[in-house]
Nanobody
């Protein structure tokens, strides 16, 4: 099992920035993909950005050019730098990791609120 501890959420004005961090511990040796998802009330959780062990990234269209995902494999930590934030980015953000042959592990979630 993998334990994920997220930090960095909060309240920011539109146009501002936040940086989310997620540290993984436990059975981390099988992790191949780390990523961030977000969810708003009444909607399904959606992928925001993912990054493989080799550094290949993928972003949802709405955050391209504004968000940057990065990963420190030595620290088993994934980051999400969020710039030019918009009110529609308001959501609970979840860290997730995918291990070989295992179900996705999820963090507890961190609230990001962008005021207009």
């Amino acid at each position: 099992q993998v334990q994920l501890v997220e930090s960095g959420g909060g309240l920011v004005q539109a146009g501002g920035s936040l940086r989310l961090s997620c540290a993984a511990s436990g059975s981390v040796f099988r992790i191949v993909v780390m990523g961030w998802y977000r969810q708003t009330p009444g909607k399904q959780r959606q992928s925001v950005a993912t990054i493989t062990t080799g550094g290949v990234t993928n972003y949802t269209d709405s955050v391209k050019g504004r968000f940057t995902i990065s990963r420190d494999n030595a620290k088993n930590t994934v980051y999400l730098q969020m710039d030019s934030l918009k009110p529609e980015d308001t959501a609970v953000y979840y860290c997730a990791v995918q291990r070989i042959g295992r179900d996705t592990d999820w963090g507890q979630g961190t609230q990001v609120t962008v005021s207009s």
